[in-house]
Nanobody, 114 residues
Framework: QVQLVESGGGLVQPGGSLRLSCAASGIMFRIYAMDWYRQAPGKQRELVSTITSGGSTNYAESVKGRFTISRDNAKNTVYLQMNTLKPEDTAVHYC????????WGQGTQVTVSS
């Protein structure tokens, strides 16, 4: 049974930081690319960042220079370090595994507000 469990969301002031984690089980984690998506109220889910099995990374333009994706294959975990957070980063953030068919986590809420 595949499980992706996100953690690390919360309420933070503008300019603050959060680190999201996604722990995977039931897949051969190290061979798959992993993604972070987010969905704000009333908006479509959007791709935030991807890290390949080899460690190459991509970011949405809106988060470049502020967010960093990383992975620890020994812990089957992918991370998203989010710095200089803005109110427009408020969304439910989801972890996604790029397996055949794909798997999603349950999401973690990030709220940026003063």
């Amino acid at each position: 049974q595949v499980q992706l469990v996100e953690s690390g969301g919360g309420l933070v002031q503008p300019g603050g930081s959060l680190r999201l984690s996604c722990a995977a089980s039931g897949i051969m984690f190290r061979i798959y690319a992993m993604d972070w998506y987010r969905q704000a109220p009333g908006k479509q889910r959007e791709l935030v960042s991807t890290i390949t099995s080899g460690g190459s990374t991509n970011y949405a333009e809106s988060v470049k220079g502020r967010f960093t994706i990383s992975r620890d294959n020994a812990k089957n975990t992918v991370y998203l370090q989010m710095n200089t957070l803005k109110p427009e980063d408020t969304a439910v953030h989801y972890c996604h595994a790029d397996t055949v068919g794909g798997y999603w986590g349950q999401g973690t809420q990030v709220t940026v507000s003063s």
